[in-house]
Structure formats: C-alpha cells, structure tokens
C-alpha cells in the first residue's frame, strides 16, 4: 500500500514562495516509479505540473511552471518537494502528489490515469 502526504502549501502574495513536501510511505523503490505533482482548480481538470522519474532522475515541468518551479528528493526516496518561486494568482489551486509504480520508457506520464495513488491535497492561494 502506497500513502502519500502532502504539506506546505499556504497563501501567499504574488512574487512570494512556497515549498510543498510530499512524504512517500512505500516500499516500493523500484526504478520504474514516477511522481508527479498535479493541480486542480474547482471546476477544472487535475493538471499536471512536475513529474519525476526514480530511475532516470528524469523531471519535466509543464510550460506554466518552467524556470518557477523545482523538485527535488531526498537520497532515500521518502520525501518529494518542490519548490514554487515567483508565484502567480494563476498558480492558486489544490496541488496533489500521485504515485506511478509500473512506468516503462523512462518518461513519466503528464495524463492523470496512470497515476494509482494520491495525497489528500494541500491549497495554495495567492493573491495579487
């Protein structure tokens, strides 16, 4: 059974900043692993904005976070953060941590439906 618990997200200003963390409590530590940070606006579809590949250190970040946002990990694969700079009332939404146990080609998905496993959430609101 794979949890994931997000934390960090708050209100801030526009300009301001927020790490969001995203603890993983598995055993699964295989290379095929992908996680992805996604987000959701009331009414809109989860979307989304970072993903990272456990085997390739591969991440790839939608064009709408590029040069804002950064993930990083710690060496044991417990704990996801990533660091949102420069931030934007548009950036405002609930961001969510998913887990993909079982991804060949080395290239994590940006579709939501591979992912299996979800945090509960945590907002991030931003005012201009």
């Known amino acids: 059974q794979v949890q994931l618990v997000e934390s960090g997200g708050g209100s801030v200003q526009a300009g301001g900043s927020l790490r969001l963390s995203c603890t993983i409590s598995s055993g699964y530590t295989y290379d095929t692993v992908c996680v992805a940070w996604f987000r959701q606006d009331p009414g809109q579809e989860r979307q989304a904005v970072a993903t990272?590949?456990?085997?390739?250190?591969?991440?790839v970040y939608a064009d709408s976070v590029k040069g804002r946002f950064t993930l990083s990990q710690d060496n044991a694969f417990n704990t996801v953060w990533m660091d949102m700079n420069n931030l934007k009332p548009e950036d405002s939404a609930m961001y969510y941590c998913?887990?993909?146990?079982?991804?060949?080609?080395?290239?994590?998905?940006?579709?939501?439906?591979?992912?299996?496993?979800w945090g509960q959430g945590t907002r991030v609101a931003v005012s201009s």
């Open positions: 990272f590949h456990r085997g390739n250190r591969r991440t």
């Open positions: 998913a887990a993909a146990l079982q991804v060949s080609g080395g290239q994590c998905p940006f579709a939501k439906t591979p992912y299996k496993y």
